[in-house]
């Protein structure tokens, strides 16, 4: 990544924000921007991530990340918020964003949404994939199976394995860190809370 929009007008979150990508992407610039219309015009100059709080001085929630979209449509979208408002949280999945972190996230979820990101996937909750696909199919979704990018899986066979994340990332052509975002997203979408229960559950449910 060598390039990362981040808009919120709490100025201590991006500031901590702007840290966890300086530390995995020392090389890339980073923007910080207080205000919607100061956000949407680093957007038009379409950064490699675009990290945004939902509410934003000089804009409508949802439509505001609408806007950044159609501003930067190849860039990815991390949302920040603390909104659990249903209604909310599924237009935000229409809009087709890369993900979406609890504002009250530590610094390594942060991170690992951010990897998961840069590497063309999504982060998103379990709780907003059961909304979608609850809506979707008109009953109770089954936990699992929609929860997992394609690459996730592949990390967690080789997990059940026995691999390291070094042997991995050899064999997927990724890069360590990558293999770690990728582990910690699978283990959060499977509400496991480490690697071995992670497995289980995927095995579980036939994943792996």
Not at 72 to 99: C, H, K, N, R
Request: hydrophobic share 55%.
């Amino acid at each position: 990544m060598q390039s990362c929009l981040i808009a919120d007008d709490h100025a201590m979150l991006r500031d901590a924000i702007a840290g966890t990508v300086a530390l995995g992407w020392p090389d890339a610039e980073i923007v910080q921007c207080g205000d919607f219309p100061s956000a949407w015009a680093a957007a038009v100059a379409r950064p490699d991530l675009i990290i945004s709080d939902l509410i934003m001085p000089g804009s409508a929630p949802v439509p505001g990340i609408a806007a950044l979209r159609a501003a930067a449509p190849a860039s990815p979208i991390l949302v920040v918020t603390g909104s659990e408002d249903d209604a909310t949280l599924l237009a935000l999945f229409d809009l087709g964003v890369a993900g979406l972190a609890p504002k009250t996230s530590k610094a390594a979820l942060i991170d690992a949404a951010i990897r998961v990101i840069v590497a063309g996937g999504r982060y998103l909750p379990p709780r907003l994939l059961d909304l979608a696909a609850a809506r979707g199919q008109g009953t109770a979704p089954r936990a699992a199976p929609a929860r997992l990018t394609a690459r996730q899986v592949d990390v967690l066979r080789l997990i059940a394995a026995g691999q390291s994340n070094k042997e991995i990332a050899r064999d997927l052509d990724l890069s360590p860190a990558t293999v770690k975002a990728h582990t910690a997203a699978a283990i959060a979408a499977l509400g496991a809370s480490n690697r071995a229960e992670a497995v289980f559950r995927a095995r579980e449910a036939a994943l792996i």
